[in-house]
């Protein structure tokens, strides 16, 4: 019998070491490095490749491989579905990804509870919680359905034994950070565990044509745990982000096999569980105050979908040894770099300043055709100048202080123009036909700060003035 050997392996990216270090040399996370035992007849030591049998089915002409089994089943829950192009394939295996207390448990317990109405057989396996804690928040969001299934037991065997008995159509797992082989020496929640545990389900899922969803915990900087491995193993990585203190949730997918991964869901969290959001816009907008300055409007296009968000923005004098930059929603290297380019292109002094800036509601953006709304709300709160109430503001900011195009400028002027507003600061070089309101053309940061009036020497346009 081959004796285990001792080593060393990154709970980041699963390299191994057999050496301790304080930094991973594969992905550069610190104190990342785990002791795991393994070699010898841990399962799956096969020894040399050539002593391997031969299992598996054997290859197939493309031309007699068909597409049967991956119409998407629709989950129930109408955000979900529009993220995942219309629902969940059969034998396709999803990871969810979120903050501890985010809602991860309660939405897959409505999707479960769902499809369980629907008629499909659902087995829901919860090894953070018991099977009692599980039923208690069914209860609460509406009742225990007949075809849903409740296990507590965190071990593969007891899994997949259940899988095999009860033939689901959907198997739910809370979480896969919590699901161990006891025939493995590492403990439960290690790389070893984990991506041996996925890869086991994977494979049942794939075998028997159910969906597999793994809930996976995320790190500090909110990234998901584990191994790298994990995130591409599976077909779909759905991210599920939003402010715990507020009731709004976003769903967002980072790989998607089945489809594409633009799409943005929304969805509000009340004491009856997560209700879907039809008008994003309007309640991102329900508690804006006007006439305040460092606030500035612009539309943000997810997927197919275009959001109306407020942008704010608040500068102070500098209270540090360097100044203070603190971005919420928002990436803060590119607020920096929005804030070189306003000093040095357009003359608003607020690089040595401190600045805080904030994108109301608790959604993040990342697209850059917000980049212009940004410095005009910073130019705001240097001046003291509002921005009118009913100006929207879309455009990307170059490094040379150019405002250039961006995508789906119709979609984003006709979600401005339903919610009343009336004037838009755009591009130059995205001019469309017939837009449905006033469309105020700008080429450089310069022109757009002349014309909202935002700088010492400006005068801004009757059409842009505040007192509209």
Sequence with gaps: MAK??????CSTCGDQTPKWAGRCSGCGHWNTLVETVGGGDAPGETGRSGDSPVRGVAATPAAEVGDQGFEPVPTGIGELDRVLGGGMVPGSVTLLGGEPGVGKSTLLVQVAAARAIQ????LYVSAEESANQVSARLERLGGEPENLWLGSEPTTGRILSDIRELEPELVVIDSIQTVYDPLLASAPGSVTQVRHCAHELSRAAKALGFALVLVG??????????P????????????FEGDREMGLRMLRAVKHRYGATGELGVLEMTGRGLIEVGDPSSLLLADRRTEVAGSAITVSVEGRR??????????????????????????QSRLAMLLAVLDRRAGVKASGLDVYASVIGGIRISETGVDLALCCA?????????????VVIVGEVG????????????????????LGFTTAIVPAGSLTTDPPLKVVPVATLAGAVEALGLSESASPQPLLSAAV
């Design 4 to 9: 285990a050997k001792t080593f060393y392996e």
């Design 119 to 122: 008629g499909s057989k659902v």
């Design 217 to 226: 915990q995320v790190t500090k900087d909110g990234s998901l745990a584990g």
């Design 228 to 239: 790298r491995v994990l995130e591409h193993l599976v077909d779909t990585v759905i991210s």
């Design 306 to 331: 275009a959001l109306v968000v407020e942008l704010q923005a608040l500068v102070t004098t500098q209270t540090a040894p360097s100044p203070r930059r603190s971005a919420q929603g928002m990436d």
């Design 378 to 390: 910073v130019a705001s709160s240097v001046s003291d100048n509002p921005i009118a109430s009913n």
């Design 399 to 418: 490094l040379a202080g150019e405002v250039r195009g961006v995508p789906w400028v119709d979609r984003r002027l006709s979600e401005a123009a339903r």
